[in-house]
C-alpha cells in the first residue's frame, strides 16, 4: 500500500542553471549543500521537489512529470517567470476551485503555479 509521495523530481541537463531558475526565480529553498550534487532537493512545504542529472537514463521529455506549486501571489510569480525568460505554455486560468498557470522549466518540463480560491 502506498502511503505517501515520497518527492516529485524532475530530470534537467544543467545542475548550475536549474538552481539558478528553481531558487533565483521561483524563490524555492535548497536543502542540497554539495554544489557538486547530481541530485538537488527543495523543501516545498511538508514535500520535496528534487531535480536530477543522470544523463541518458533519466531525461527532460516534453509532457512529462509535472509538479504543482501553491503560491500566494500567482500573478506575480508568472510575471517573474516571464522576466525570467522561461516560457508561459498556459496563462493564468480559472477552475471552480483555483486560478493556475503553467510554465517551463529551462529544460522543457512543465510546472503548474497554483493558487487555491478561499472559501
Known sequence: MITEIAFV???????KRARAF???VLGLRCTTTNAEAKWVEFEVGNGTFGI???GDQWRPAEGGTMAAFETDDLPGLVQ???ESGAPVVM???ESPVCHF?????PFGNTLTLHKRKTE
Do not use: F, L
Request: cysteine-free; charged content about 30%.
Open 9 to 15: 523530481g524532475s530530470p534537467v541537463t544543467d545542475i
Open 22 to 24: 528553481y531558487e533565483g
Open 52 to 54: 536530477g542529472d543522470y
Open 80 to 82: 517573474r517567470v516571464k
Open 91 to 93: 496563462e493564468i486560468t
Open 101 to 105: 498557470a503553467m510554465v517551463q522549466d
